[in-house]
């Protein structure tokens, strides 16, 4: 499985653009990268999933460079709601089919 | 999308006791349901895969036979930690996938348990 590196903690405020960017060198041929949110004491939630270039929906964007070594999610005008823990994942194609190897993620904090 | 619902959402209970945790999914069928498991401010841990209908699969390091885990229908797997002690306070997660194994599968998860055995 290809390993993800993140940063461990970020902050920002109400209103700006997030980004946070994924390292995954040894990404493979049929891998697809998703992000997934958390909040204290409750589990994961879905947020977007690419393979390449750029995909957008009504939460946040993924930017995915053509060497697909690394992503950024975007989460535009982020509200203190956003606090959470953010991970990147690295999923061979038909998306977690033999479990989900989560990394450290990274701790997003929302100031007013 | 779809859902998955845990329960308990929490439960307290003595060394020495066995606890049940329940995972459905409410409104798509899952043949593969996963059990994470999550210390504090630590990541998910991938604990077993629980297979409709078979036994389940364990990570390594996981004991099976303290982990017991049942998926006896589509819908349905639970988690049943015996002989619990203080060290296995943590927060269990489980997940279900659906479609099941096709391009656009997606997980799923429950809301989590937070187990604490005193």
């Known amino acids: 499985l290809a390993k993800t590196t993140q940063p461990i903690s970020m902050d920002s405020y109400e209103g700006q653009e997030v980004n946070i960017t994924c390292s995954h060198n040894n990404i493979a041929t049929n891998d697809y990268i998703t992000w997934y949110q958390q909040f204290p004491s409750q589990g994961p939630r879905f947020i977007i999933q690419?393979?390449?270039t750029k995909v957008t929906n009504e939460v946040a964007s993924l930017f995915i460079p053509a060497d697909r070594k690394s992503s950024t999610l975007s989460l535009p005008r982020v509200s203190l709601s956003d606090t959470a823990v953010y991970y990147c994942?690295?999923?061979?194609?038909?998306?977690?089919?033999?479990?989900?190897?989560f990394g450290k993620g990274t701790h997003l904090i929302i100031q007013p | 999308g779809a859902v998955v619902s845990q329960h308990p959402s929490w439960v307290i209970c003595k060394s020495g006791t066995s606890v049940k945790i329940e995972c459905r999914s409410l409104?798509?069928?899952?043949?593969?349901m996963f059990w994470y498991r999550q210390f504090p401010k630590q990541s998910l841990m991938l604990m077993a895969t629980?297979?409709?209908?078979?036994?389940?699969?364990?990570e390594q390091g996981v004991e099976k036979d303290k982990f017991l885990i049942n998926h006896a229908s589509l819908t349905l797997s639970t988690l049943t930690v015996t002989s619990a002690h203080p060290e296995d306070s943590s927060f269990y997660i489980c997940?279900?996938?659906?479609?099941?194994?096709?391009?656009?599968?997606?997980?799923?998860f429950g809301q989590g348990t937070r187990l604490t055995v005193v």
């Open positions: 629980s297979n409709e209908g078979s036994k389940a699969t364990y």
């Open positions: 994942l690295v999923e061979k194609s038909g998306g977690g089919a033999d479990g989900l190897t």
């Open positions: 997940s279900a996938i659906s479609p099941p194994g096709g391009r656009d599968t997606e997980a799923f």
């Open positions: 409104d798509f069928q899952a043949t593969t």
């Open positions: 690419g393979y390449k």
